[in-house]
């Protein structure tokens, strides 16, 4: 399990609607950092193509955690 | 009970709204966009859901489409968010604008943040340009106006205004209080940043409003706080809508005004416009055999169906008071607009206002002009 960072609730929701329309399953979150609290998205597609998807629908993805990591 | 007086909120409002809203309220009632519990989330979606349906409404990205209280709030962001960026600059108006666009303005202008002109707008689209084109200067960063008179119904020719925006580079901000959901509106006509109510033509509950912004011109942000986002840094984020949303938003009225849009758009907005049109144009009809009622109107130019009037030397104040006291709710006075009441000569008595919603019917009106024959004289048909 993955977790992708992005900016704020409303990115990761919108994420969430991209992948989906790409048939990737996956789901919002959120986790805490020492940078404050991040929103995002879990998934267990290849995190670095779930990026690129995510840049062609306009999202950075600021980071990625995997495993016990992600949250 | 009829009510008349859609164009200061639309009343009744749609029941899917009134359903949704009730809904929210039981079912999605954690923070969004805050907590990364279940609740938190769904809570999130429906509230992206309501963000995604407003941008397509407006031709507008997700991410742009920010929730205000109502469209005084959006004018406000956008115009002080504007010129804060930019600097000292030079901004212009028109003679048709409510206080919501005027005040802001005339703030900035006390405070010697911005200088301001206001474009005489004549009688006809093209007189209303050629002032918008002469008062342009070297420094003028901001055209912002009325998509339609909230007093007379005026539409101003928003497509033609973007185009000489375009051409000198200037942020066109479009006040859409009384036009939105009346007539089509959207960023691809070259507005920079649509302001609207919820409450109004959009059907949402009171305490929503919404800007879209085309993102070409950068907003600085009036108010900071938390958002939910980039919580480990001092600074306010500088991405949208977070930028814009400090505090927790109105959360069930956002999800409610989203099921608005959809009503709107489920009934269209041209039919929408034809029906309260063909309202208006009845009224106008009916009252040609009264001749103590005088009506606003402007021939030479495309309108928004509402209709001002006053009875022969009554104040606006005490014809609206007769009406209320018979069943009929319309709005007298000024209604938050003195420039647009002084420029058709109404400023001291005001005008009693005509607004109907898409819920309002033909029976209204004739109900409506029965009594206004009844009190005025007039021929009933």
């Known amino acids: 399990m993955y ?19 790409y048939k990737i399953s996956s789901s919002t979150g959120k986790i805490t950092t020492t940078k404050g609290c991040r929103f995002g998205i879990y998934t267990e597609y290849d995190p670095d193509k779930t990026c690129r998807l995510l840049s062609l629908g306009g999202l950075n993805c600021l980071e990625i955690r995997n495993g016990g990591d992600a949250g | 009970m009829i009510y008349l007086d859609n164009a200061a909120t639309t009343y009744p409002k749609p029941v899917s709204v009134l359903h949704t809203a009730e809904k929210a309220l039981y079912d999605y009632g954690a923070n969004p966009g805050r907590s990364g519990h279940r609740l938190s989330l769904e809570t999130s979606k429906q509230v992206f859901g309501a963000r995604e349906k407003c941008a397509e409404f407006f031709g507008g990205e997700t991410e742009n489409t920010v929730f205000t209280l109502n469209c005084t709030h959006a004018i406000n962001f956008a115009v002080k968010g504007v010129c804060q960026s930019v600097g000292h600059c030079h901004v212009i108006t ?4 409510h206080n919501s666009v005027i005040r802001p303005l005339h703030a900035l202008y006390k405070q010697k943040r911005i200088s301001y002109s ?13 002032s918008l084109e002469r008062l342009i200067r070297r420094d003028t960063a901001v055209i912002v106006i009325t998509a339609g008179c909230n007093v007379n119904g005026r539409i101003t020719p928003l497509s033609d205004i973007a185009a000489l925006c375009r051409r000198h580079n200037i942020c066109l901000i479009a006040d859409c209080a009384q036009a939105a959901g009346v007539i089509p509106l959207s960023l691809s006509d070259g507005i920079n940043i649509i302001c609207a109510p919820g409450h109004k033509g959009l059907y949402g509950p009171m305490g929503t409003g919404v800007l879209v912004t085309d993102g070409k011109f950068p907003l600085s942000t009036l108010i900071e706080g938390g958002t939910g986002s980039a919580s480990g840094d001092i600074n306010q984020p500088d991405f949208l809508p977070d930028s814009f949303e400090s505090g927790t938003i109105n959360t069930p009225g956002a999800i409610a005004l989203g099921r608005g849009v959809e009503f709107v758009t489920a009934k269209g907005i041209d039919r929408i416009y034809t029906h309260e049109m063909s309202l208006c144009e009845l009224f106008v009809k009916r009252c040609e055999s009264i001749k103590s009622i005088k009506l606003y109107r402007c021939e030479n130019a495309k309108s928004l169906p509402v209709v001002s009037f006053t009875a022969g030397e009554e104040t606006s104040s005490i ?23 002084k420029k058709q000569g109404t400023l001291e008595k005001g005008t009693v206002r005509l607004a109907p919603s898409v819920f309002n019917t033909r029976t209204d009106i004739i109900k409506l002009t029965e009594l206004l024959y009844k009190k005025y004289g007039g021929k009933s048909s």
């Not at chain 1, 977790?3 to 329309?21: C, D, M, N, P, Q």
């Not at chain 2, 609206?320 to 009441?341: E, I, K, P, T, V």
């Open chain 1, 3 to 21: 977790f992708i960072v992005l900016r704020s609730a409303t990115a990761a929701e919108k994420a969430r609607r991209i992948l989906s329309g």
């Open chain 2, 94 to 97: 028109s003679d048709l604008e």
């Open chain 2, 118 to 130: 206001i474009a005489d707008s004549g009688n006809s689209d093209s007189e209303l340009l050629a």
């Open chain 2, 319 to 341: 014809t609206a008071d007769m009406l209320s006291q018979n069943g009929f709710y319309l709005r007298g006075g000024l209604h938050c607009n003195f420039l647009a009441h």
